[in-house]
């Protein structure tokens, strides 16, 4: 694939622009440079919070049905993409292509998955909580927890986005997005799509930029209700301490040691085939990893 030369790395309010960040992109396959995404800093993480805020006044008040019917055309839209954006996944993350066709599959159906909960939400809003007396009565109200940060890793583009983003539209929640810095191609061009699909301007918001300057911001913002975050424990406790100051809901997925275990009466034909599935799948960089083997001894 051949990309020009500078991209815009901010699209806040439904508009894109360039930031003065410059974000250096590489084939990790050739070291070959890509492109250059001009991303954004502590002011445009400022600007998309703002955005997100103003927007999630009338999105909140969507029905399920509306932002199933979105979310629909979300997941046709990568659907009608899906060569580009393996091919993106691939130049950018250095994924080979089975890999790459297997992300942008996940994202698809993501998305479908969490449309058809969705349009499930009108009928379930408001219904009643069973009691163990009559002396009182309940209902059960589902409503969005306001404006959300998503900060995602560089070993999956696009699927943990997805697997983040998805869940928040559904529920009617805005966004403020932010892509590694290392893989930004794939999320840009799955923002892209996202707008094509009718999605109010300031609902989904994204910037790019490293961590110091645009999620550390992001984390502290005292507007964000809710953060999440997938990558390195060090980082985690960053994140942590950042959202800690205002109180906002935090989930943060960190790494670790997904371990194995391979018990005396396993068959070791399959354990080794699973071992080494789990441990080198998508070269071995992803949090559940089969990464320690633990083996009975007899």
């Known amino acids: ?42 002011r445009a993480v400022d600007q998309a ?6 927007a999630f006044a009338d999105w909140s008040k969507t029905t399920g049905a509306e932002r199933g019917a979105i979310l629909r055309k979300i997941a046709a839209g990568v659907q009608a993409n899906r060569e580009k ?13 089975f890999e790459a066709a297997i992300d942008v599959d996940d994202v698809i159906a993501t998305f479908e998955y969490y449309a058809g909960l969705a349009e499930g939400l009108d009928a379930k809003q408001d219904s009643a909580i069973e009691l163990p007396t009559d002396d009182f009565s309940a209902r059960l109200r589902r409503e969005p927890c306001g404006v959300v940060g998503l900060i995602v890793p560089w070993n999956f583009p696009m699927v943990t986005t997805a697997w983040k983003l998805a869940p928040a539209l559904a529920a009617g929640c805005c966004v403020v997005l932010k892509p590694s810095e290392v893989t930004p191609l794939p999320e840009l061009e799955l923002a892209a799509i996202i707008a094509e699909a009718g999605l109010p301007a300031g609902v989904l918001n994204v910037v790019c930029g490293t961590g110091l300057a645009v999620g550390a911001p992001l984390s502290a913002d005292p507007r964000i209700a809710k953060i999440s975050f997938t990558g390195s424990n060090a980082v985690g406790v960053q994140v942590m301490q950042r959202a800690a100051e205002t109180v906002k809901g935090v989930s943060l997925e960190l790494g670790g040691k997904s371990s194995l275990l391979v018990l005396a009466d396993a068959d070791l034909d399959l354990a080794v085939e699973v071992a080494c599935g789990g441990g080198f799948f998508n070269a071995g960089q992803m949090c559940s990893a089969t990464s320690r083997v633990l083996v009975a001894d007899e």
């Open 49 to 54: 919070v703002g955005a997100a805020t103003q």
């Open 85 to 97: 954006l393996m091919h993106l996944q691939s130049s950018n993350n250095g994924k080979p292509q």
């Open 1 to 42: 694939m051949t990309f020009p030369t500078t991209l815009d790395g901010l699209y806040i309010n439904g508009q894109w622009s360039a930031g003065n960040e410059h974000l250096r992109v590489i084939n990790p396959a050739t070291e070959a440079l890509l492109t250059t995404v001009n991303g954004g800093d502590e």
